[in-house]
Structures are given as structure tokens and as C-alpha cells.
């Protein structure tokens, strides 16, 4: 069994920072790549970065240069700093990992922590 863990969320006021971590836990763990995704209030859920096991990244445009997404590849911890926060990143953060326990691929997701930012 594969679990994700995510943790750091809470209320900031705009322009705050605010530090996200997911741990995932599980035997024999390859990961191949990890993400955060965020989902308001009648939206749809989006990619907000993502991160690969080389480090190779991506972001949605509304975050670049605010966001950064890294990971620890040994504690398989990936971590995304928000900076100069904005009302509108106001929403519940999901981590997501993609990888293999042991020969077992899975595809799993935490189940969520909520980013408040007060305008």
C-alpha cells in the first residue's frame, strides 16, 4: 500500500509565503514523478507543478515565478514553497505521485490540505 501525506497548509495573508510538504510512504518506492494540484470552490481541479525524479519541472502560468516545486528523492518528500501568495491560490492542495512499489506501479493521491489567503 502506497499513502501521501500532505502537510503546511493553513491561512496566510496576501503576499505571505507558505511551505507545502507530501510525504509518500510505501515499500521498496521508485517514484517517477510528483505534483501538486489544487481545486477551489466550483472549479475543476489544475495542475499547479509538477516535478520529475531527475528534477525536470513544469507550472501552471498563474504561478510561475511565485511557486517552487522540489522534491528529496531518498525521503520520496516533495515540497512546493508558495511565495507572494494571492487571493485567488486560495484553494485545497492535492499531492499526487506516479511510480512502482517494488514491481507494482500505482498512481496515488493525499487527501488534501487547505490554502487560505486573505486578501
Known amino acids: 500500500q502506497v499513502q501521501l501525506v500532505e502537510s503546511g497548509g493553513g491561512l496566510v495573508q496576501a503576499g505571505g509565503s507558505l511551505r507545502l510538504s507530501c510525504a509518500t510512504s510505501?515499500?521498496?518506492?521508485?517514484?517517477?514523478?510528483m505534483g501538486w494540484y489544487r481545486q477551489a470552490p466550483g472549479k475543476q481541479r489544475e495542475l499547479v507543478a509538477r516535478?520529475?525524479?531527475?528534477?525536470?519541472?513544469n507550472y501552471a502560468d498563474s504561478v510561475k515565478g511565485r511557486f517552487t516545486i522540489s522534491r528529496d528523492n531518498a525521503k520520496n518528500t516533495v515540497y512546493l514553497q508558495m511565495s507572494s501568495l494571492k487571493p485567488e491560490d486560495t484553494a485545497v492542495y492535492y499531492c499526487?505521485?506516479?511510480?512502482?512499489?517494488?514491481?507494482?506501479?500505482?498512481?496515488?493521491w493525499g487527501q488534501g490540505t487547505q490554502v487560505t489567503v486573505s486578501s
Open positions: 516535478i520529475t525524479s531527475s528534477g525536470s519541472t
Open positions: 499526487n505521485a506516479d511510480g512502482r512499489s517494488g514491481l507494482l506501479p500505482f498512481n496515488t
Open positions: 510505501g515499500t521498496s518506492l521508485k517514484i517517477n514523478f
